[in-house]
């Protein structure tokens, strides 16, 4: 499908235009559907300022919120309605239950009536170029058969869409069954669902079920609604996103560990660094990103399992200058709250650290915490292919953390099996020796370029990150309690 020619009503939501190919095609209707709290007026009133600040006259029609419901939403966005024209008709519950004696039309079908003049009327006045009517659940009331209401709103598209105006039509999907009839009026639909975690913030997003002639972003897009209004991440698509790649190695350093991994990490490649809690994993890391900022690179740190100040005081203890780094700008530690995140806003986040700061080397600590902010866990590999695929596309290098179950014997395991999906894998460990209690490193695969095969002992000190010489002499240190082989 062709991305449409037509001129495009902009949204006033970056997010939104960008997966809508611009805005929403000029002189067609639209049906919003969502539950009560989705954002359906938020968008809407978004939608109507855009129009305001481009010189079009809107207008919203509210047969269900009041005036001063409206006004409200608006001041808790800091907004000012000013250029709006609001016309209130709100459909009172007496008129559809009253009987009369005087007629032999139901009250409803006379109220209908009414109400369809009076907002018509409000339109030839005002001319609109932009117009919201909310909602059409009080028309369905109103109708009291599916015909006549699916009569009425096809009424109202052809109305709307001969006046050259952009429409929005709200519905609160109170109805049962009706909805595909519904969907095969308008231009284009929106469905905007809200859904409540067990734990943690409500959980937005937003999926385009149609639109005629646009080669729209499809699936499900994640938003949030602050004040200032909605913002809406759209789903990251790597093949759509492009990227030239890089070429050469990520150096931490330290010359044993790049040795160890063979020079160093590639450029555009993923490594996943996994082991039991506390055996110096996030320290590995953070000493990638350290080193880069040396280089006067910029790099970009999201912790999700400790606070930033933690962080920073783990990285002075081992004579690591990440405050200096992040004072400079060379460093963004950015602290993340799995149970208020969703998982588009933070891809969203990575994609503005590469794209707006020039990230070149991206630290996730950790998968574990990514994993607690997939409500979906089955989709988690999906999400993570998508981001290692279009942050290898941008030459980035990408370093995971991932805690496994267990701290010492063969029972370590992983909350999710991810390690296929990274180029790199270096696995840390601990390990029984006279009495007492020791860490090793090794790699575990590497797809681009040789590596080392040894198992090495890795030690996190005041004087910083330490590599021996091989364990030549144990057998089964992965096990965790290794035997000493006779020279």
């Given amino acids: 499908m062709q991305v449409s020619t037509e001129p495009v009503a902009s949204t006033g939501i970056d997010g939104l235009d960008a997966i809508l190919g611009g805005g929403f095609p000029k002189d067609h209707v639209y049906l919003i559907q969502g539950d009560p709290g989705a954002g359906k007026t938020t968008l809407s009133l978004q939608f109507l300022l855009e129009g305001v600040k481009l010189g079009e006259r809107a207008l919203y029609i509210t047969l269900s919120e009041t005036r001063r419901e409206l006004h409200a939403v608006a001041k808790s966005h800091g907004w000012s309605l000013d250029g709006i024209e609001i016309h209130e008709h709100l459909v009172r519950e007496e008129t559809i239950s009253e009987e009369e004696d005087t007629t032999i039309f139901h009250p409803a079908e006379i109220e209908l009536g009414q109400t369809v003049a009076r907002l018509l009327e409000q339109v030839e006045r005002v001319n609109p170029q932009r117009v919201v009517l909310d909602s059409l659940s009080e028309i369905r009331l109103l109708s009291q058969s599916d015909l006549r209401y699916r009569k009425q709103i096809l009424a109202l598209k052809q109305y709307f869409t001969n006046r050259g105006a952009t429409s929005l039509f709200l519905d609160d999907r109170t109805s049962e069954g009706n909805d595909l009839q519904l ?53 990251l698509v790597a093949a759509r996103e492009g990227g030239e790649g890089g070429e050469g190695r990520l150096a931490s350093g330290i010359e044993e560990i790049d040795a ?34 040396r280089r006067g690179e910029r790099a970009a740190l999201f912790i999700f399992d400790e606070s930033r100040r933690s962080l920073m005081k783990r990285a002075a203890a081992v004579g690591m200058d990440l405050a200096g780094a992040v004072k400079n700008n060379l460093i963004t530690a950015q602290q993340v709250d799995p149970a208020e995140l969703a998982p588009g806003e933070f891809a969203n986040l990575v994609r503005e650290a590469v794209e707006k700061h020039g990230a070149r080397t991206i630290v996730i600590d950790s998968l ?65 020796a006279e009495g007492e209690l020791h860490k090793a490193i090794s790699v575990m695969k590497k797809r681009s370029g040789d590596h080392e095969k040894a198992i090495r002992e890795f030690t996190v000190g005041e004087g910083g990150l330490t590599v021996g010489p091989p364990l030549k002499h144990f057998r089964g240190i992965l096990s965790g309690i290794p035997i000493v082989e006779e020279r």
Wanted: proline share 4%.
């Fill in 183 to 235: 969907h095969s009026v308008p231009h284009g639909v929106l469905v905007l669902e809200r859904r409540a975690p067990l734990y943690g913030s409500p959980r937005r997003r937003l999926e385009i079920i149609k639109l005629r002639g646009v080669d729209f972003r499809g699936g499900y897009h994640d938003f949030t609604i602050r004040r200032g209004g909605i913002e809406l991440y759209p789903r």
């Fill in 260 to 293: 160890l991994l063979g020079g160093g990490l590639e450029i555009g490649s993923s490594t996943l660094i996994m082991g039991p809690a506390g055996v110096g994993k996030s320290t590995l890391a953070t000493q990638y990103a350290v080193a880069a900022a």
């Fill in 368 to 432: 574990n915490g990514y994993l607690n902010a997939m409500p979906e866990e089955r989709f988690l590999t999906l999400h993570l292919h998508e981001m290692l695929t279009y942050l290898g596309d941008h030459g980035v290098a990408t370093i995971l953390v991932m805690a496994q179950h267990g701290l010492i014997g063969s029972n370590m395991s992983s909350a999710v099996e991810v390690s296929y999906l990274a180029d790199c894998v270096v696995l840390l460990r601990y390990y029984e």
